[in-house]
């Protein structure tokens, strides 16, 4: 029997040597498509190419017309990291020796459109597998599809279930692509949409073309999403709410209000709106900068809950009323956080996009929901796989600085613990992670991805790693 210490020297050297195997044939496979002669024959036709050019990106396809929609997805990944140097650790502390974890995340969306402006959907989930240190560690964790209570299991679950309704203000129409939160294929151009019923709360919010999905893009919770931006939400991602956007052609502006779960990271939500709710609000504006189309959004939210305050967690400690700083010990009804979003993307050209992000929280009020972040800032791009005749890849590189507030920092530092990190001490540093990808497109909704982020300063401190954490991925759309 190997020794652990075998397994990991082993699963260290196997990983390199598969993402490296994997890589070259996709190179291989790309150059041989480049470089094959393309057949003509007489029947060959713009028609045919454009036909060709919009293949479906499901496994089955999916009709335009019917009332119904019924739809899936499947998304595997497979993250390690070896060993790295860390002078000490704690209770949440990501591991410094060499570990493996795989996660599943399995979908079926289904929807009906009772009218032209009337929608209701109903997704079911099941969520397996685990993350590495079971999701401890990290304020930008490397695996987004990942549930933060691994004791869950995959027992399948409701992830949303939820009313469209569109209220037209202009009579003319302009296209609209169906996905499975989004039923009707021409909306009034200046109309209102209320939705009410079970989703997350970044289905809508915070949204970016270029860094949102974790199942064919970047794989970082703070990459994808705004690390600051503590949404409501239970465990698994989701909340109770209601929405309203309002939308012109030039702009968009959204609010929700929605429930917050009765404990950090908890799965049962707070049923009394005056002790437990969070407000967001954002706009939405589509400028052209230097000709090219932009998006810029702007968010803001405050959350209500029974959460604790770090300072006041210390002044306890050292009363000597805890052993150590405990944010559990000081939780309020009624205490707010608070905070604030810019979210930017653009084209460069047809291949090439880019976007920002920055995000901004109070910092005093514990960190509730999302993860640990006081304040972000990131910067990432992407390249179509056209140039090299491979339309449907994607490469993609984003870097992201995550920092937290003083008391915050303070509170780590004296042996606190939050629900994701704790090192037992800290000797604090951003924490910055630069993530790359390559999105391989297969046959129609089969994609494989190659994925690879480095780490500095994990959890904010200097005193560990850093970490490398490269990644596959195995996406199925149904």
Known sequence: MKEPGDIHSTMSLRLPLLLAVCLAILCLRSAAQEDAPKPQSPSDSPAQSQTADTDPLTIFSHSDSTRWYLGGQLNTIFQMHPGFSAQYSGPNSLRDTAEAADSRVLTLYTGYQLTGTTEMLLDLESAGGRGISNALGLAGFTNLDVVRNPSLGSTPYLARVMVRQIIPLSQDKVEAERDPLHLATQVPARRLEFRVGKFSAVDFFDLNGVGSDSHLQFMNWTVDNNGAYDYAADTRGYTWGALVEYYDPKFTVRFLEATMPKIANGLRFETDWRKGRAENLEFEFHPKVAGRDTIVRLLSYANHANMGDYAESIAEFREGLTPVPDITATRRQGRVKFGFGINTEQNLTRDIRWFVRGGWNNGQTESFVYTEVDDT???G???????????????????????????HQQYLALGGLGFLLG??????????????????????GVFGAIDLQHINNPGYNQARGPVWVPALRMHMDF
């Open 377 to 379: 800032a990131e910067i």
């Open 381 to 407: 791009g992407d390249v179509s796989g056209r140039k090299w005749k491979r339309k449907h890849d994607q490469v993609g590189a984003a870097f992201v600085c995550n920092g937290i507030s003083h008391v």
């Open 423 to 444: 090192d037992g001490a800290l000797t604090y540093g951003r924490e910055t992670i630069f993530e790359i990808y390559y999105n391989a497109h297969f046959w129609r």
